[in-house]
């Protein structure tokens, strides 16, 4: 199965949404992505529109 979310590049200054999310697991609802991968960073709703995304390089599907 798909292990990891396909890469998605931003551009400064343009407004863009995130993917969506690909990954599925029964019986846990998806609540989102963060900049830290325990969850305790900046979250994003699935699909949000990002605005010069700079100070981090990886969002992250929290752990569960």
Known sequence: GLTQNPVQEFRYDKAQKLNTNPFVVYGYEFNGWNTMPQGNGTHYDNEAE?????????????TI
């Open 50 to 62: 990002i605005f010069n995304l700079s100070s981090f390089k990886s969002i992250f599907l929290p």
